[in-house]
């Protein structure tokens, strides 16, 4: 029964498609891990990945699965609030379906020598038994340059006041490139946690492909920063307009404190990560899945799988 359910949750699933975007540079590429318990920051060498095809690594489904549309057919699941801009948002007052359980509030906390103390929310999403992805900036921000001393996960977040119950991962890794030069090209981070925080939840799928995924109608859901929604999931549909080897754009409505939610196809298939809104535009843009990326994933879900399901 466990080896079926192991085969079952690492479907895999390849798409015929012909290249025509480049997809980054394939070779060594270097990440930053640090574990938290000991403050221990090592630098690894990843080697070169197998060369892929484009392909989807399936999600685990627990419990029921609603879709998109049904919940916006459910007027006692939503809440629509107008935003500013007169895009709006789209207010989730239950995160019990399929995939909006599956997407966690991230709240990383600093403490520095003068007692001052911040905390910084985010936004993140599982993608195997225990291991969430986010935004690299969520775990190690920029204006602070220096480590969290503390990152809490929610899961099931609902509401102004966090929940009593939260999860502390037992390590993470940004990129290297991100680390030292706050590259947005490499604004993503794995965290693996202490226990199977999926396990009740399931984790969402993540595609790789290195065809242009323009015009593909996708959501961004995640937990805006903003006092008017704090503690509240909310999504936005939009579109992908543009795409390059590294990055995704979109015009999904956002917020800050999303940054690191999932942007993800009607098949609740994630593609990136949402990382953040230019200045002055519009446009929102995100982390897309590359070769390296979609490889240490891979490797990392099957990691888990094995050990909670062997």
Request: with cysteine; charged share 20%; aromatic share 14%.
């Amino acid at each position: 029964m466990k080896k079926c359910l192991f085969l079952l949750m690492l479907s895999i699933f390849v798409i015929g498609c012909m290249y025509s975007v480049v997809d980054a540079d394939i070779g060594k590429f270097e990440v930053i891990n640090h574990y938290p318990d000991n403050k221990v920051t090592k630098m690894e060498s990843i080697g070169a990945p197998e060369v892929i095809e484009n392909e989807i690594l399936s999600g685990m489904i627990v419990g029921n699965n609603y879709s998109f549309e049904s919940i916006l057919s459910c007027n006692e699941l939503i809440s629509p609030f107008s935003l500013a801009d007169g895009k709006g948002l789209i207010f989730l007052s239950n995160v019990e379906p399929t995939p909006y359980c599956q997407i966690n509030k991230i709240v990383s906390s600093y403490d520095f020598d003068n007692g001052k103390h911040i905390e910084v929310g985010g936004t993140g999403f599982m993608v195997g038994p225990g291991i969430v992805v986010t935004a690299a900036h969520c775990i190690y921000y920029d204006t602070y340059e220096k480590w969290p001393d503390q990152v809490r996960v929610y899961v099931k977040q609902n509401g102004s006041v966090e929940n009593c119950k939260y999860y502390t991962p037992h390590s993470w890794i940004i990129p290297s490139e991100y680390f030292k030069h706050f590259n947005r090209d490499y604004d993503w981070a794995i965290l693996t946690m202490r226990e199977n925080i999926s396990e009740k939840t399931g984790w969402m799928g993540i595609g790789y492909t290195t065809d242009e995924i323009i015009n593909k109608e996708i959501t961004v859901s995640g937990y805006p920063g903003d006092s008017k929604y704090m503690g509240h999931q909310c999504c936005s549909k939009g579109y992908m307009d543009w795409d390059s080897a590294y990055q995704i754009r979109h015009t999904a409505d956002t917020l800050p404190g999303q940054s690191g939610g999932p942007i993800f196809d009607n098949d609740n298939i994630t593609w990136g990560i949402h990382t953040h809104k230019r200045d002055n535009s519009n446009y929102q843009y995100g982390t897309r899945f590359t070769m390296d990326l979609y490889s240490l994933l891979k490797q990392k879900i099957s990691d888990a799988v094995s050990h909670y399901y062997n």
